[in-house]
Nanobody, 114 residues
Framework: VQLQASGGGLVQAGGSLRLSCAASGSIFSLHTMGWYRQAPGKQRELVAR???????NYADSVKGRFTISRDNAKRTVYLQMNSLKPEDTDVYYC?????????WGKGTQVTVSS
């Protein structure tokens, strides 16, 4: 499984960004895709994830501001980030979980200036 992430960048507080992650390889019908983020010296934390059946989980810190969605035909997951805050600044990682395996894409930097 390979994950190709895109998006990210620098934005002012209150602005928006959209992350995309396209998956390729052997992907089973039952899986979860999502986004995690990690600051230097801190643990990687869940931002949002969406199951193949459509179930969604968000971190409390992003509820109401971020929206995760997926296009199954394109094997792509999206993270729309609105009302961004400086504390959202992190490296964001795409994730796919299936059959007790975790796959990670390369991180993409999101920087929110105050």
């Amino acid at each position: 499984v390979q994950l190709q992430a895109s998006g990210g960048g620098l934005v002012q507080a209150g602005g928006s960004l959209r992350l995309s992650c396209a998956a390729s390889g052997s992907i089973f019908s039952l899986h979860t895709m999502g986004w995690y983020r990690q600051a230097p010296g801190k643990q990687r934390e869940l931002v949002a994830r969406i199951g193949s059946g459509g179930s969604i989980n968000y971190a409390d810190s992003v509820k109401g501001r971020f929206t995760i969605s997926r296009d199954n035909a394109k094997r792509t997951v999206y993270l729309q980030m609105n009302s961004l805050k400086p504390e959202d600044t992190d490296v964001y990682y795409c994730n796919l979980a299936q059959l007790a395996m975790q796959y990670w894409g390369k991180g993409t930097q999101v920087t929110v200036s105050s």
